[in-house]
């Protein structure tokens, strides 16, 4: 794990706390498509962010492997990569490593050694220990105890690709325009409150769940608090960082469905509870009595993808951007609309989602975009 106190901003930029740009692209049917009108989409945001991050997730990417967790890992050096995989084969059966392909590309500097191996759980699993339990400790142990390795991506058929450039650097870096996925997620960062580095950059990851974020959380401490008591390792002293981690203990572990998780993010004002049902108002208070460490306060704008699904969600009063936008099978999340019609000028529709409604995108014949609002 890299220090990040030696790292610091080598352009002195002051905070921009409006910018970032965020992306999604999904075909709800499971058709997969090439990465470059995303690429060009989140191009197009250019401005809202300063250079110091960009990424990319993408879902059905590795069908070739679709039982085994693609881990991507980055290493500062040659000794953190010989330990790393001395590690993982006392924990894991290789069915394949190779060093993730990378091209020159402008703008990006000094890149760390970047390798994927294809994975599943060794011997040392123990008995009545869930495959995916094991592989969160796992990376938590890397991320943790072995200094120069840091484990970015580990879910099955999907991947991360991110660093310190544009994304359309990181792109043109990780030739991401020849790979193929059902499900895109993109980032453009201007960091806030963290040191730029590779592995600082969205999307953040845990098993298959990604998270890319345009915003602020006042209640990081809070929230990190929380899940560190619950075994997550927060070390990368980022808001979104939490999120991630939250939304896998919630929907993973505690089997929330996503219409529950947005009322724990972003919860109704209490005068809105009061004029809910007198169910609604049971459930409400319950969540806010169980959950009130995983409160997100402060303005946000976060999608959520895991296998099947893309959800787009704002704070509860939408201090930071969400277009929404359709056509046929295809599904859009944007910071600006402008980013969607780009792409897809002649859209079926679009809307701009109430603050705290989570827009959702599923595998479904019907139904495959629902809103919550009302909930």
Not at 153 to 170: D, Q, R
Not at 189 to 205: D, I, V
Not at 234 to 244: N, S, W, Y
Not at 273 to 291: H, T
Request: aromatic share 12%.
């Amino acid at each position: 794990m890299k220090n990040l106190e030696t790292i610091q901003n080598p352009y002195n930029d002051d905070k921009v706390m409006a910018a970032c740009s965020i992306f999604g692209a999904m075909d709800r049917s499971g058709k997969r498509f090439s990465g470059d009108r995303v690429i060009k989409a989140i191009r197009n945001m250019h401005v809202r962010g300063n250079g110091l991050g960009g990424g990319f997730a993408i879902y059905g990417i590795y069908p070739n492997y679709p039982e085994h967790y693609a881990f991507h890992i980055m290493y500062e050096h040659a000794a953190a990569k010989e330990e790393t995989e001395a590690f993982l084969s006392e924990h894991f059966r290789w069915e394949r490593a190779e060093e993730i392909p990378h091209y020159p590309a402008r703008r990006i500097s000094n890149p760390p050694i970047v390798w994927r191996y294809f994975l599943t759980p060794g011997n040392t699993k123990p008995e009545g220990k869930s495959d995916d339990d094991f592989v969160v400790e796992r990376v938590m142990e890397i991320n943790t105890r072995i200094d120069g390795a840091f484990v970015f991506s580990s879910g099955k058929n999907m991947g991360v690709f991110k660093g310190v450039g544009y994304p359309e650097n990181i792109a043109e870096y990780f030739g991401l325009a020849d790979y193929e996925g059902y499900l895109w997620t993109a980032h453009g960062r201007f960091p806030t409150n963290t040191h730029a580095w590779w592995g600082g950059a969205h999307p953040f990851n845990i098993l298959d769940w990604t998270v890319v974020h345009n915003g602020e959380l006042s209640s990081y401490g809070t929230n990190r608090r929380y899940l560190e008591e619950r075994g997550y390792a927060c070390t990368m002293h980022t808001d979104t960082e939490v999120i991630a981690y939250a939304v896998d203990l919630l929907m993973r572990k505690h089997g929330l469905p996503i219409e529950i998780v947005a009322k724990i993010f972003a919860p109704p004002f209490w005068d809105q509870i009061k004029r809910l049902s007198k169910a609604e108002q049971e459930l409400m208070r319950a969540l806010r009595q169980i959950y009130p460490s995983l409160l997100l306060n402060g303005p946000f704008t976060i999608i959520i993808a895991h296998q099947g699904e893309m959800i787009g969600l704002t704070d509860r009063i939408r201090l930071r951007p969400l277009t929404v936008g359709e056509k046929g099978n295809l599904l859009y999340l944007s910071s600006e609309e402008s980013a969607i019609r780009l792409i897809e000028p002649d859209l079926e529709k679009a809307w701009i989602p109430s603050g705290g409604e989570p827009v959702i995108g599923r595998f479904e014949a019907k139904a495959s975009v629902e809103s919550t609002a009302g909930m």
